[in-house]
């Protein structure tokens, strides 16, 4: 029996690919990509490098309660020329839009976190990782998962174990569910679960409306800032910086002023501060041990 409604696909499409070479420009310019850009798996791999490096993740506007826009051009901006970063959403859209400007084909996808997560906790699927399509290959690509960001794409079908310029990685399938796990410290632990769904820009409008305005969430409540560098990464969360090198050493220590924190933020991880009236006052509320 035929359904009495016609069944028809989205005419909407996640990225528009309407990055001119202006923007783009400005935007190789922003992480040091000075190579020829193509639909390859070399360039691929050489922008998944390089954005987390100069773009970093975090999530100072939903802490000062300031809107978030996941338009391509208004992402631009903000990371660009306000050098500003962003959380997953803000990171792969912009990775996503880059991507698709340049040729590749790309779609959003979501998964349900368990990094960091309780035993007993449910976590909805409020985070975005790309689908990426190079050299005859599917391939996942994550600039915005902080701390533990990818600084390669994986690719999906791959058994085994991935490794990147940081960690190792590996992509498992178990039904319909795709698995990302991370090897730390010879211990393999589950990042997230994803599915192969395509996502649209509204989809993640309305989860990342509630992480930037709900009072239970964890981005309107602590700071969480990460970059990765070329040999390690960095991560502060609330006034704890934590400094973590290839070789597996690891340092933390606790900033004891806003001044600090000011610093840190503008040096180490390379942000243009907002300049925002209650800027101050609420970086001194993080002035604690946690």
């Known amino acids: 029996m035929k359904p009495s409604i ?7 499409h996640l990225f528009q690919g309407d990055f001119d070479p202006q923007i783009l420009t400005a935007y190789f310019e ?25 773009i970093p993740f975090e999530n100072l506007s939903p802490l000062l309660g300031l809107p978030v826009s996941l338009e ?5 901006l903000k990371f660009v020329k306000e050098g500003r970063g962003g959380y997953c959403f803000e990171h792969n859209l912009m990775f996503g839009n880059v991507l698709k400007s340049l040729g590749f084909e790309a779609r959003g996808l979501s998964a349900r976190v368990f990094w960091e997560v309780g035993e007993d906790e449910v976590k909805p699927r409020d985070h975005m990782l790309l689908l990426v399509e190079a050299a005859g290959k599917r391939y996942i690509a994550d600039v915005g998962f902080g701390g533990i960001s ?15 310029s940081h960690e190792s990685y590996r992509v498992t399938l178990e039904g319909d569910f795709y698995y990302l796990e991370i090897l730390i410290k010879q211990k393999w632990r589950l990042m997230y679960r994803f599915t192969l769904e395509e996502q649209l820009l509204p989809d993640y409008d309305v989860v ?39 070789d597996g050493t690891s340092d933390k220590k606790f900033l004891s002023s806003v001044a600090q924190l000011k610093e840190v933020l503008e040096v180490v991880f390379l942000i243009d501060l ?10 001194g509320t ?4 946690k």
């Open 150 to 164: 990818l600084t390669a794409p994986l690719e999906l079908n791959y058994i085994g174990i991935q490794k990147t």
């Open 208 to 246: 990342s409306w509630y992480l930037c305005t709900h009072e239970k969430s964890i981005f309107t409540r602590d700071l969480m800032v990460a970059r990765c560098t070329s040999w390690g990464r960095y991560s502060l969360f609330n006034n704890r910086l934590s400094t973590y090198h290839l």
């Open 30 to 54: 922003k992480i040091g990509f000075v190579d020829k850009p193509g639909v390859t798996l070399k360039c691929l791999k050489l922008l998944h490098a390089l954005h987390p490096q100069a």
């Open 274 to 283: 907002p300049r925002h009236k209650e800027l101050d006052r609420k970086l």
């Open 286 to 289: 993080l002035l604690k041990e």
């Open 72 to 76: 391509g051009k208004a992402l631009w």
């Open 6 to 12: 016609p069944i028809k696909k989205p005419l909407l």
